[in-house]
């Protein structure tokens, strides 16, 4: 089938652009400054800013990404999902509080600036710089990659293209979001945030009710993946089919790696008030919850009906909630969660190289002590070299949406979390443990990741040392965070460090 075919979801995508289009316009004609096109001009409110920062951990990599892991490895996938019970509590009363303060009281637009003035060391600033980078690339790469599956899907471009299909529609989505993104800058990807996190709101509940239903209820749903041979009854054992230190690598990375992530850090930047904090664990968690239903009941209602002989066994795990939301939903809930799932691609991948490209032309030239001058020029500039880097490293990644988001988050935080989290709420923190900490938790990552994936250098060995099923993100998380915490301890306090009135301890609430 093609886009003709389905005139109500077109429709419902059209319209869904052109208000995309309008808020680019918008938005453009507002940014002005460099604070305008990093920070939103800080004048952002709070159920913009809570619904921003739902939508851009919940993205490509959440609504494709999670029913295509779950499909791959069995509910296992959920220990993704688990940490949203307390994530939006501990990311809110242990670094958001810290960072809109500093924010108030300083020029900081970025995590590198907020640990270059915690710690006093270009060090630690350009390693964390250097890991945003990284990190962007892989995201904005997931993005990319769940871009080109919804189109394909939802419109039926592999009829008309045939194996040309990904690659074009990829680089179409490419070049709209780098318009978007060079034009509107971060208020132009906040306000589409919002409109992505309406939709998917509005939508959760109402997919999760046809999941239920398409496969005749839990019961069923369940007998039938328990009584499949290509599932069976280890797809619905929590740790039934990955090993163990698989299930409980995602707890860990998603529960605690969350304290690292920049581009949901940088939301809080651009709160208006930083007495409204206090309300975004509520909103934040509330919201993900309510996501969470989709991935849950995609992720195991299209097994079900796999099982059950409705839908032929998928050769790509990642066509899970494509296949179902065209089959087994009305078209306008179909039209309304595909529009939500391209927005939040757009927003996150908006907001992905917003926070790479202040890197870029603002992070690392302050670390090297050369400055640029205009920096929201430079800025347009380095988002069109992310982009194209991001589409780069898809292509070459090659594996599930959710698995290239893991890299990603893994990254952020192993190389982020312990410096930002351990080191704005205890002073003897020193800069040159937090450089270290970044240096070994980025540097692991990426080592691990590399010997995992690389097929280049046959006679590279795998990461046979460790054991079987533990992630690479979660040894990365857990050595930098010994790492700072034995280098503070051994070194006592560096004068390199931030006194201790800038980062006191939060009071919930």
């Not at 990807?189 to 309406?198: E, I, N």
């Not at 581009?263 to 651009?270: D, I, N």
Request: proline residues 6%; hydrophobic residues 55%; contains cysteine.
């Amino acid at each position: 089938m093609t886009a003709l075919d389905r005139p109500i979801l077109l429709v419902t995508a059209m319209a869904y652009l052109a208000v995309v289009v309008v808020i680019g316009i918008w938005a453009a004609r507002r940014t002005r400054t460099a604070r305008d096109f990093f920070i939103a001009g800080q004048s952002v409110g709070l159920w913009i800013t809570g619904l921003a920062t739902m939508s851009a951990a919940f993205s490509g990599f959440v609504f494709i990404g999670g029913p295509g892991l779950t499909y791959r490895m069995g509910i296992a996938s959920l220990f993704i999902c688990i940490p949203v019970g307390f994530t939006a509590a501990l990311l809110g009363w242990t670094v958001a509080r810290q960072l809109r303060r500093m924010a108030e009281k300083h020029e900081i637009y970025t995590v590198p600036d907020a640990i270059l003035h915690r710690y006093r060391s270009r060090v630690a600033s350009g390693l964390a710089a250097v890991a945003v980078v990284i990190g962007t690339i892989g995201y904005l790469g997931a993005q990319l990659l769940a871009l080109g599956v919804v189109v394909e899907e939802a419109f039926g471009t592999e009829q008309l293209l045939g194996v040309w299909s990904r690659p074009v529609t990829m680089a179409a989505g490419l070049v709209l979001i780098l318009l978007y993104a060079t034009v509107g800058g971060m208020l132009a990807g906040v306000y589409t945030d919002l409109l992505q996190g309406l939709l998917m709101v509005m939508a959760a509940a109402g997919v999760f009710f046809y999941a239920l239903t398409s496969s005749g209820g839990p019961a069923a749903m369940a007998r039938s993946i328990a009584e499949h041979d290509s599932f069976g009854p280890a797809f619905l054992d929590p740790l039934g089919t990955v090993p163990p230190l698989t299930a409980l690598g995602f707890f860990f990375v998603f529960g605690i790696g969350v304290l690292g992530q920049p581009h949901m850090l940088h939301k809080f930047y651009m709160l208006d008030d930083p007495r409204k904090l206090k309300w975004i664990p509520a909103l934040l968690g509330g919201t993900q919850a309510i996501c969470v239903l989709l991935w849950l009941g995609i992720g195991l209602a299209v097994p079900a009906l796999v099982a059950q002989g409705r839908i032929p066994p998928l050769t790509n795990p990642d066509d899970a909630a494509p296949v179902f939301l065209l089959h087994f939903t009305p078209q306008l809930l179909a039209g309304l969660v595909f529009a939500g799932i391209l927005a939040a691609i757009m927003s996150t991948a908006d907001s992905f190289v917003n926070v790479g490209a202040a890197a870029v032309v603002r992070d690392l030239p302050k670390a090297l002590g050369r400055p640029l001058a205009d920096e929201l020029f430079w800025g347009r500039i380095a988002v069109v070299g992310l982009g194209v880097a991001s589409a780069i490293f898809a292509g070459l990644y090659q594996d599930l949406v959710a698995l290239v988001g893991t890299f990603a988050f893994g990254t952020f935080g192993a190389a982020l979390a312990p410096a930002l989290a351990v080191g704005l709420n205890w002073s003897r923190v020193t800069a040159g443990a937090a450089s270290a900490s970044i240096a070994t938790g980025m540097g692991l990552n990426l080592f691990l990741e590399f010997l995992a994936k690389q097929t280049y250098f046959p006679s590279l060995p795998k990461p046979t040392f460790l054991a079987p099923g533990v992630l690479p993100a979660a040894v990365s998380l857990a050595a930098s965070f010994v790492v700072l915490m034995v280098w503070s301890w051994i070194g006592g306090r560096d004068s390199a460090a931030r006194p201790a009135e800038t980062v006191q301890p939060p009071t919930p609430g």
